[in-house]
């Protein structure tokens, strides 16, 4: 079974510098995708970006941008330049891409606080 | 505005009374998914919809239902809530798999 694991339950970052949370996964596919989610205290959840297993290339959005290793089973989150808006909680998810399955698995969650 | 709505927003409830959670979309997405947040816990897949009368289980399926009767509603079905349904509930929709990326604002349900 796929297992999704963030390590660290709280972070916190000064407004301006840059920050990374880590996410590791856990499955026998090859075919899948991978996301980070931000929850702010509004409690709304908003997809921040999603990466496709076979593309090698790292995506990115805007500030936001993952460091995918998939040797390693690993799918970091950096966020540059943070903002008081970045404060919420992120959460790292894993859908696997084979079979027309839509079961999307997620992490504990990283709360992440940005300091003024 | 393209949105996921759910209904209702706030809910206590009794051990044992039925209730149900309405989700609704209006982007004619296909996939629709129910979530439980629980602290230290993340978010658990309860069910999940490829489509029109396609339902499949999440990881956390006990003492919930679901149908999909039309593409834009999703509602889940607590026959006989207990204290352990205490929880923050997520609708989701997307067009595709891939990428659930609009959620509801959240149900927060209290079964005394």
């Known amino acids: 079974a796929q297992t999704v694991t963030q390590s660290q339950p709280e972070m916190s970052v000064q407004e301006a510098e840059t920050v990374t949370l880590s996410c590791t996964y856990d499955?026998?596919?090859?075919?899948?995708?991978l996301f980070w989610y931000k929850q702010p205290p509004s409690r709304q959840m908003i997809l921040v970006i999603r990466?496709?297993?076979?593309?090698?290339q790292n995506a990115t959005e805007n500030r936001f941008s993952v460091n995918f290793q998939k040797a390693a089973k690993s799918f970091s989150l950096k966020i540059s330049d943070s903002q008081l808006g970045d404060t919420a909680m992120y959460f790292c998810?894993?859908?696997?891409?084979?079979?027309?399955?839509?079961?999307?698995?997620f992490g504990q969650g990283t709360t992440l606080q940005v300091k003024p | 505005e393209a949105q996921v709505t759910q209904n209702p927003r706030y809910l206590i409830t009794v051990t044992g009374k039925k209730l149900t959670v309405t989700c609704s979309q209006n982007?004619?997405?296909?996939?629709m998914s129910w979530y439980r947040q629980d602290p230290g816990l993340g978010l658990r897949q309860i069910y999940y919809?490829?489509?029109?009368?396609?339902?499949d289980k999440g990881d956390v399926p006990e003492g919930y239902k679901v149908s999909r009767k039309e593409k834009r509603n999703f509602p889940l079905i607590l026959e006989s809530p207990s204290p352990n349904q205490t929880s923050l509930y997520f609708c989701?929709?997307?067009?595709?798999?891939?990428?659930?990326?609009?959620f509801g604002p959240g149900t927060r349900l209290t079964v005394l």
């Open positions: 919809s490829m489509n029109v009368e396609v339902t």
């Open positions: 998810a894993f859908m696997t891409g084979s079979g027309n399955t839509g079961k999307l698995i």
């Open positions: 989701a929709s997307s067009l595709k798999t891939g990428s659930p990326g609009f």
């Open positions: 982007m004619n997405h296909e996939y």
């Open positions: 990466q496709e297993a076979y593309k090698q």
């Open positions: 499955t026998s596919e090859s075919n899948y995708y």
